[in-house]
């Protein structure tokens, strides 16, 4: 069977699940039911009914019932995604402990547990409990003893230049992202994009395929088509499919891989500085700056850098200079044509590509 690459299936997961070739996805995504167990309705301070997850595919018999459903298709994800491929689950106290403990049974590998702090939480009206600010997501390998894809720089990156934690404080959705009609809003645990796009920056490349088995108002394709992956979407509500496929329609995908591509150090060969000079993409007597142009230093031409009184590689004088360890590529930039300040880091991506180095 061919993958139906970039389409809504209309069905039950675990059935539509089983008809996919194995090994042939790169990354799950799921947001599967909470199984809340609510205990009636809930209801704010002036008695107005509060719109909380109340719907049928939200309720299981029993705990049971549920950590069947729960091995169930998640067992036909870790067939169908690759050797190198990983899962991403997102839930709420209800049901992410029980969600962990398939995980491991199955054989999944836990990379991460990541926190997604809701910066606009339902309060508790009741005032019983601490408000439920939070949902936890998994992130998970196929195996312990495989690779996997970890775009560590990209989300430095997005971090202003320092590390990502574990902890993502990001909006629901809300306004426009909101999809609602006649007023009701459409799904009731809608995720924001922005959820997703940190999701398949982190852990996907462009032309990766990427599976949603709860796919619901489609926020992992709408993500995934922004960014050049590829979706598979199954949903078994056919409102949210109908909504889906309107919503990701209107979206243009972007194919400039100039602006998708994201630089991985992980797992490539190593590249010596002084391979630019010899390529002849820098040359001796050039010039390097600092990302602020706060410090300068001269290329020789065995390839150390001449800083003030300091000589050395480029890793030892960056590393001088901030008092710390640092990563040469990531401090050193040079003018291009435009006299744009550019990590000399783009000059080695280029240099792998022209020279085919993976």
Not at 97 to 126: C, H, Q, S, Y
Not at 158 to 177: A, I, P, Y
Not at 214 to 243: N, P, Q, S, W
Request: include cysteine; charge should be neutral.
């Amino acid at each position: 069977m061919s993958l139906p690459l970039n389409q809504i299936i209309h069905g039950d997961c675990i059935e539509i699940l089983k008809t996919l070739p194995g090994k042939s996805v790169d990354l799950v995504f799921a947001d599967p039911p909470y199984n809340l167990q609510l205990q009636g309705e809930l209801t704010r301070p002036d008695q107005s009914i509060v719109d909380a997850v109340t719907d049928d595919w939200d309720q299981f018999k029993s705990f049971a019932e549920y950590d069947a459903f729960t091995r169930d298709w998640l067992r036909e994800c870790r067939r169908v995604l690759k050797d190198t491929g990983a899962i991403w689950v997102i839930g709420s106290y209800h049901n992410i402990f029980r969600v962990g403990t398939a995980l491991m049974d199955l054989g999944f590998w836990i990379l991460n547990d990541v926190i997604f702090e809701k910066i606009n939480p339902m309060p508790n009206f009741r005032g019983t409990r601490f408000t439920n600010a939070t949902e936890t997501l998994i992130w998970a390998m196929k195996s312990a003893d495989q690779k996997y894809t970890f775009n560590y720089p990209a989300m430095k990156h997005l971090n202003g230049d320092k590390q990502m934690r574990n902890t993502w404080k990001l909006h629901l959705c809300k306004g426009s992202e909101r999809i609602k009609i006649d007023g009701r809003k459409v799904h009731s645990t809608q995720k924001p994009e922005s959820l997703l796009y940190r999701v398949l920056m982190a852990s996907t490349n462009p032309g990766d395929i990427v599976l949603d088995p709860f796919f619901g108002t489609g926020t992992t394709g709408a993500v995934a088509k922004k960014l050049g992956r590829h979706y598979i979407g199954v949903e078994k509500e056919a409102v949210y499919v109908d909504v889906a496929r309107q919503r990701i329609e209107t979206i243009t995908a972007i194919d400039d891989p100039n602006v998708l591509d994201v630089p991985n150090r992980r797992g490539k060969k190593r590249v010596p500085f002084g391979r630019l000079l010899e390529a002849g993409y820098l040359e001796p007597g050039d010039c390097l700056y600092s990302k602020t142009q706060e410090h300068a230093a001269l290329i020789r031409a065995d390839s150390h850098l001449i800083c003030g009184q300091m000589t050395g590689s480029i890793h030892k004088i960056a590393s001088t200079i901030i008092g710390r360890n640092a990563n040469g590529w990531d401090y050193w930039h040079y003018l291009n044509e435009d006299s744009a300040l550019v990590p000399i880091d783009m000059l080695r991506n280029r240099y792998r590509q022209e020279f085919n180095i993976t």
